[in-house]
């Protein structure tokens, strides 16, 4: 098994440029979510999916931010406009229904100059 | 509403000595329970986790963790400390409230081990 696939692994862009994350969870996983990890505010839920269907997204920030997930092994997270309080480092993970325990992909560190 | 507490976020510890991560819960209904560890520049993995039944689990690289019920506590503990544990530690929890789905981190406790 592959494990939660994430792309790119680093990302460095310009303020004002659009970023899309990229993320293949688990084959057979019911559940997605995306999570953001920084210093000053650790680890933070910003939306989930569950069967492609986004079950909550309170966690997202502001609307600069958007997710999707077009098919059961594809997810991706847009910032557009991206700004430097967004530099972070963005989490997939997956999980099958009830189980409790997700899985974890690499991380995507992102740098917004 | 569910909630995580990890006491202390840095725990320093010498190389062969007892490791104690404090974690407590709030939940109103049965608690599924996790520990995470994450290394630098990674994702996280999974440590060990309780669901129902035996209440102290075992984990990998010689963790372990006991769910008191009474104490809403779920501490993670190994006998002798080696320099590869150095990470940061989470702390999780899940309930039937949100079916099972969602977790609920702690702030995370980071570890060090020194010579």
């Known amino acids: 098994d592959a494990g939660v696939i994430q792309s790119p692994r680093h990302e460095v862009t310009e303020m004002g440029q659009e970023v899309t994350l990229r993320c293949k969870p688990i084959?057979?996983?019911?559940?997605l979510f995306w999570y953001r990890q920084t210093m000053m505010r650790g680890l933070e839920l910003l939306i989930y999916?569950?069967?492609?269907?986004?079950?909550?997204d309170s966690g997202m920030p502001e609307d600069r931010f958007s997710a999707k997930m077009p098919n059961a092994s594809f997810s991706t997270l847009k910032i557009q406009p991206s700004e430097p309080r967004d530099s972070a480092v963005y989490f997939c993970?997956?999980?099958?229904?009830?189980?409790?325990?997700?899985?974890f992909g690499p991380g995507t560190r992102l740098t917004v100059l | 509403a569910q909630s995580v507490t990890q006491l202390g976020s840095h725990v320093s510890v010498s190389e062969g000595a007892l490791v104690l991560l404090r974690c407590n819960y709030s939940?109103?209904?049965?608690?599924?329970l996790f520990w995470y560890v994450q290394y630098p520049n990674q994702g996280l993995q999974l440590l060990l986790k309780?669901?129902?039944?035996?209440?102290l689990v075992k984990g990998i690289n010689g963790f372990e963790a006991e769910f008191k019920k009474s104490e809403t506590s779920f501490h993670l503990t190994k006998p002798s400390a080696h320099m590869s544990d150095a990470a940061e530690y989470f702390c999780?929890?899940?309930?039937?409230?949100?079916?099972?789905?969602?977790?609920?981190f702690g702030a995370g406790t980071r570890l060090a081990v020194h010579p």
């Open positions: 084959s057979g996983h019911d559940y």
């Open positions: 993970a997956s999980s099958r229904q009830g189980a409790g325990e997700q899985f």
């Open positions: 939940s109103s209904v049965p608690p599924y």
């Open positions: 999916f569950n069967n492609n269907v986004p079950i909550d």
């Open positions: 309780y669901t129902t039944g035996a209440t």
């Open positions: 999780a929890v899940s309930d039937r409230s949100g079916g099972y789905n969602k977790l609920i």
